[in-house]
T-cell receptor, first 113, second 115 residues
Framework: AQSVTQLGSHVSVSEGALVLLRCNYS??????LFWYVQYPNQGLQLLLK??????LVKGINGFEAEFKKSETSFHLTKPSAHMSDAAEYFC???????????FGSGTQLTVLP | GAGVSQSPSNKVTEKGKDVELRCDPI?????LYWYRQSLGQGLEFLIY????????KSGLPSDRFSAERTGGSVSTLTIQRTQQEDSAVYLC?????????????FGPGTRLLVL
């Protein structure tokens, strides 16, 4: 079985400040980890993913995430928030035995001017 | 190229009626997934099609829900005798070749409201 926990359903940051969205996972087999972003009334768009290899993954729009097996974490960061980053962010996990994505409950990011 | 498309974008129906939701995956994508997004339950997996293999129906919440995929392309999700708790956004995604590490590309969703 696999699961994802996102700490903080709502996060607010000032424009230009560091963005940190937390994600912890549980998986009995090596996981594949994803971050998706959802803008209002739109589908999900992939930001980045970890499959194998380098544990620091860079994605679109300046986001990156680091896979830490010992901490079972895959936190999403961005050095400097932009107003356009305001959206809902979902962490998800899949594995070789479960190809569907299991999502966390999402984090709504608000960027304050 | 064209992304995943879904129709209708919005659907309002009365309790007890049947509804059909359509998904057109990205051309050439062999895997197709349906998910449901609701306020109370978040994003939930419903069903997964991979090529000509039998679908993985393990996420379907009840026997009122069914889905088919014709010709390995278009998929239809059918909800019979709709209930108010079926109100949600239904998202379709596709990928190639359908391995767990592949990116799933999502459509814009169908927003279903059951009155």
């Amino acid at each position: 079985a696999q699961s994802v926990t996102q700490l903080g359903s709502h996060v607010s940051v000032s424009e230009g400040a560091l963005v940190l969205l937390r994600c912890n996972y549980s998986s009995s087999v090596p996981p594949y980890l994803f971050w998706y972003v959802q803008y209002p009334n739109q589908g999900l768009q992939l930001l980045l993913k970890y499959t194998t290899g380098a544990t620091l993954v860079k994605g679109i729009n300046g986001f990156e995430a680091e896979f830490k097996k010992s901490e079972t974490s895959f936190h999403l960061t961005k050095p400097s928030a932009h107003m356009s980053d305001a959206a809902e962010y979902f962490c998800a996990v899949s594995s070789g035995s479960a190809r569907q994505l299991t999502f966390g409950s999402g984090t709504q990011l608000t960027v304050l001017p | 190229g064209a992304g995943v498309s879904q129709s209708p974008s919005n659907k309002v129906t009365e309790k007890g009626k049947d509804v059909e939701l359509r998904c057109d995956p990205i051309s050439g994508h062999t895997a197709l997934y349906w998910y449901r997004q609701s306020l109370g339950q978040g994003l939930e997996f419903l069903i997964y099609f991979q090529g000509n293999s039998a679908p993985d129906k393990s996420g379907l919440p009840s026997d009122r829900f069914s889905a088919e995929r014709t010709g390995g392309s278009v998929s239809t999700l059918t909800i019979q005798r709709t209930q108010q708790e079926d109100s949600a956004v239904y998202l379709c995604a596709s990928s190639f070749p359908g391995l767990a590490q592949e990116t799933q590309y999502f459509g814009p969703g169908t927003r279903l409201l059951v009155l």
